[in-house]
């Protein structure tokens, strides 16, 4: 199946900065990119998606100023945490869908505010 | 048997045995559906789908149930081996729109 990538796989910053998540599909081309966050023991929700070229769409109660979502080409997306805080400590997860409306999954990556 | 955890409800089976994961839904215009099975720290792995037009299908040791009168989507594992633990969400879309998740169970296999 179509691999989808994330880096990095965790991270762990100091409240206040900024830190950026990638998300590359690697084998097809992404018309579509999904954030989700993911807390321990809960489901996946979804955050924000994005159409290559356009403006992220975001979902109810996620601030898109604090979370920047970028989908500049077909095979690359970027989510900015920006003045992270404790409570944005989270698993990450991005998901790419392209012309098959098939989605795919990234690994996730594991982000820790201190 | 299964309990009710803090967020994530538990199945606990032997090694061997079938496993049972159920899932409701709420939305009666989903078409498609779609179990995943996610290990601790990775991101979610697909399992199995199945379209609306259709009630059962199988997969190599797995078989998804649709019951579209009753918005019920089950997943059956045969013979449950220890690599099976995980926890299993169920997801479901309507046309081309977002897939939305369900709550998920965790499963766990004893030795």
């Known amino acids: 199946g179509a691999v989808v990538s994330q880096h990095p796989s965790w991270v762990i910053c100091k409240s206040g900065t900024s830190v950026k998540i990638e998300c590359r599909s690697l084998d097809f081309q992404a018309t579509t990119m999904f954030w989700y966050r993911q807390f321990p023991k809960q489901s996946l929700m979804l955050m924000a998606t994005?159409?290559?070229?356009?403006?992220?769409?975001?979902e109810q109660g996620v601030e898109k100023d604090k979370f920047l979502i970028n989908h500049a080409s077909l095979t690359l997306s970027t989510l900015t945490v920006t003045s992270a805080h404790p409570e944005d400590s989270s698993f990450y997860i991005c998901s790419a869908r392209g012309l098959s409306y098939e989605q795919y999954f990234g690994p996730g990556t594991r982000l820790t505010v201190t | 048997g299964e309990s009710v955890g803090l967020h994530l409800p538990t199945l606990s089976v032997q090694e061997g045995d079938n496993s049972i994961i159920n899932c409701a839904y709420s939305?009666?215009?989903?078409?498609?559906f779609i179990w995943y099975k996610q290990e601790s720290g990775k991101g979610p792995q697909f399992i199995i789908d199945?379209?609306?037009?259709?009630d059962k299908r199988q997969g190599q040791r797995v078989t998804v149930l649709l019951n579209k009168t009753v918005k019920h989507l089950s997943l059956q594992i045969a013979a449950t081996q220890p690599g099976d633990s995980a926890v299993y969400f169920c997801?479901?879309?309507?046309?081309?729109?977002?897939?939305?998740f369900g709550k998920g169970t965790m499963l766990l296999v004893s030795p």
């Open positions: 199945i379209r609306s037009n259709m």
């Open positions: 994005s159409n290559e070229g356009s403006k992220a769409t975001y």
């Open positions: 997801a479901e879309r309507s046309g081309y729109s977002t897939l939305t």
């Open positions: 939305n009666s215009a989903s078409d498609y």
